[in-house]
C-alpha cells in the first residue's frame, strides 16, 4: 500500500517561508503523479499544485502563483512545495496527494487521486 507523510508545517510570521515535504512509500511505478491540497478553516479544500510523473508542473491556485514552488525527488521518493512570502490567508492544513496516471497533465479533479497523507499545519500570523 502507499503511504504518504507530510511534514515542514508549522508558525510562520507574514512574509516567511516554509518547506514542506511530503515523503512516499509503497510506490509501485515511477508514473505517480504528486499533489498539494490545502483546506483552511471553514473552507473547502482546494488543489494548489500538481507534479506530474515526467517532472511537469501545474498550478491550480491563482493565489500562490509566484510564491509556491513544487519540486520533486524521484530518487528519494519525496515531493517538497517551497512556499515564500506567506500571508496569513495561506493558513491551512496541506495534504499530500497521489495517484498513478498516465495522462499527459495531472488530475484536476480531487476525487481521483487515490492515496492521501494526514497533511501538516500551516499557520502564518499576521
Known amino acids: 500500500q502507499v503511504q504518504l507523510v507530510e511534514s515542514g508545517g508549522g508558525l510562520v510570521q507574514a512574509g516567511g517561508s516554509l518547506r514542506l515535504s511530503c515523503t512516499a512509500s509503497?510506490?509501485?511505478?515511477?508514473?505517480?503523479?504528486m499533489a498539494w491540497f490545502r483546506q483552511a478553516p471553514g473552507k473547502e479544500r482546494e488543489g494548489v499544485t500538481c507534479i506530474h510523473w515526467t517532472g511537469g508542473t501545474t498550478n491550480y491556485a491563482d493565489s500562490v502563483k509566484g510564491r509556491f514552488t513544487a519540486s520533486r525527488d524521484n530518487a528519494k521518493n519525496t515531493m517538497y512545495l517551497r512556499m515564500d512570502s506567506l500571508k496569513p490567508e495561506d493558513t491551512a492544513m496541506y495534504y499530500c496527494?497521489?495517484?498513478?496516471?498516465?495522462?499527459?497533465?495531472?488530475?484536476?479533479?480531487?476525487?481521483?487521486?487515490?492515496?492521501w497523507g494526514q497533511g501538516t499545519e500551516v499557520t502564518v500570523s499576521s
Open positions: 509503497g510506490l509501485t511505478s515511477d508514473k505517480y503523479n
Open positions: 496527494a497521489a495517484v498513478q496516471w498516465f495522462g499527459s497533465a495531472c488530475p484536476t479533479r480531487e476525487s481521483l487521486y487515490t492515496d
